[in-house]
């Protein structure tokens, strides 16, 4: 069974996506505590250190590395500052990187990398992952593509080290029009589940700027991106549509009951198994920032799979 190495994993939307692939996560690494009590319940053989990544001294040999560091500085729902540290966590990235040698390493990260005053800091994430040693590949990929129903675009980064002579490429689409399987719709992912589950979503009233913009889908179509803000949680489509008034305007059609997904809900349109165990140890609010931190495992498991057979 070929080996891995996580960091910055969350709860174990990466690690679920690597186990279903057939690797063993040696080691998982993130500096919130509830991340590792979901991550530890669902995945329990997997050793969780909770902290900065920058203490950790030493990391076990693996053969993949893997890592969704932290991407506020990039992301819409972030404060986009360019010179925030928090967008240079890709550095203790690439000192396990150096460290640790795998044949193959793994980053995600916001698709918001790409936009013209960030280019600079995903330039040099390339040069510095291919200065050690490894050939070095950038895709955006939306989860909904690739079984998730979900609307998320997503940059992930892939390199083989030098000496395999490989170069990576990505997954082909499997899901939508024309292709393999059709989108998996929010009525797929959670039609079954109760229509007002009380206590598991964020129930305090819709802020002018949450009705800034359109937060509603159909059932038969992927969710919107599902967000670490409790408060700017997607409407569950039992919600009336929402119809644009003015600029910044939207307003609900017909007075109706109207809820956000609940954390449940929104696991289940990450791509998370039915019957996610959440420790009853954190706030509501803790619970959402977990799962919409999370990448979708459907997605992380197409791109693991894409990888070419170098395990020993």
């Known amino acids: 069974m070929p080996t891995a190495v996580s960091l910055f994993s969350g709860c174990g939307g990466s690690d679920s996506g690597l186990v279903a692939t057939g690797f063993d996560v040696l080691m998982a690494n993130d500096i919130i505590d509830y991340a590792r009590q979901v991550y530890e319940a669902n995945l329990p053989t997997t050793d969780y250190v909770v902290g900065d990544v920058s203490k950790i001294a030493a990391f076990p040999q693996a053969e993949l590395l893997a890592g969704c560091y932290p991407c506020q500085g990039f992301s819409q729902g972030g404060k986009r500052d360019p010179s925030r540290k928090i967008n240079t966590l890709y550095l ?39 200065e050690s040693g490894y050939r070095v590949t950038a895709e955006v990929l939306n989860a909904a593509d690739y079984g998730v129903a979900q609307d998320r675009r997503r940059i992930f980064i892939v ?88 600029h910044n305007d939207w307003r609900f059609a017909f007075d109706a009951p109207a809820r956000r997904f609940s954390y449940r809900e929104a696991a289940r349109l990450q ?13 509501l609010e803790m619970r959402y920032k977990v799962v919409g931190n999370a990448v979708p495992p459907p997605l992380f498991e197409a791109v693991a799979r894409a990888l070419p057979g170098v395990w020993d």
Request: aromatic share 12%; proline share 9%.
């Open 159 to 246: 390199g083989l080290r030098d000496d395999l002579g490989l170069d990576y490429r990505f997954p082909t689409p499997t899901h939508g029009p024309d292709r393999a399987q059709p989108h998996v719709t929010i009525r797929d992912a959670i039609g079954g589940m109760p229509a007002w589950p009380e206590g598991e979503f964020y129930a305090r009233e819709f802020h002018w700027y949450y009705l800034s913009r359109d937060r509603r889908r159909d059932w038969e179509a992927q969710s919107k991106t599902i967000v670490a803000n409790e408060r700017h949680m997607p409407l569950h489509p039992m919600s009336p549509p929402l119809v644009k008034h003015a």
């Open 92 to 130: 203790e990235f690439a000192r396990a990187l150096r460290a640790i040698r795998p044949k193959a390493f793994i980053v995600e990260n916001v698709s918001g990398m790409v936009r013209a005053n960030f280019r600079h800091l995903l330039d040099d994430q390339f040069r510095v992952f291919r």
């Open 271 to 283: 791509g998370f198994r039915p019957g996610l165990v959440f420790p009853d140890t954190a706030r």
